[in-house]
């Protein structure tokens, strides 16, 4: 699930040069927190597709070509 993954990327990334700044760490968690979970933190990674939108919104037929 996104949000579980998410919870560990700040602390776990990288860079060249290192771990994350504090400020940058703090930055990535509230772009979480504000875009990514409220749409799809309950959603399986490999559920997270161009098409996830039209799943969403219709059900019951093939999502649709965005």
Do not use: C, K, Q, V
């Not at 860079?15 to 749409?39: K, Q």
């Amino acid at each position: 699930m996104l949000r579980a993954r998410g919870a560990l990327w700040p602390e776990t990334r990288r860079t060249r040069g290192g771990e994350l700044r504090p400020t940058t760490r703090a930055h990535y968690r509230l772009l979480l927190d504000t875009y990514s979970y409220p749409t799809f933190g309950n959603e399986r990674l490999d559920a997270i597709t161009r098409g996830w939108p039209a799943r969403r919104l219709f059900d019951d037929g093939p999502p649709l070509e965005l």
